[in-house]
């Protein structure tokens, strides 16, 4: 999924906003920022990702979730 958003935002820029934790779950929200390789439109997305740990603190699983209607806003500059 990330090669997709490299090809999409060759700038792409990640900032880690916040993280908090609780036991084996984490909430990561970030903002990413760079320019549509399609129409060159800048770009300001924020999203999040819910993770949960393993026992060695690896990431058992991740879902993650961002304004897809604002993205196709911001790409399309609707």
């Known amino acids: ?3 997709g ?8 820029s990640l900032t880690c906003d916040d993280v908090r934790r609780s036991g084996d779950h ?5 903002t990413f920022t760079g ?3 399609t129409t060159n439109r ?9 993770w ?4 060695d603190l690896k ?3 991740s879902r993650g979730w961002f304004d897809a209607e604002d993205h196709a ?3 399309q500059g609707i």
């Open 1 to 3: 999924m990330a090669e």
């Open 5 to 12: 958003f490299f090809a999409d935002v060759p700038d792409l």
């Open 26 to 30: 984490v909430i990561y929200v970030w």
């Open 35 to 37: 320019h549509d390789a």
């Open 42 to 50: 800048p770009l300001n997305i924020r999203g999040w990702e819910e």
């Open 52 to 55: 949960k740990l393993r026992k």
């Open 59 to 61: 990431v058992k699983s």
């Open 73 to 75: 806003r911001q790409t």
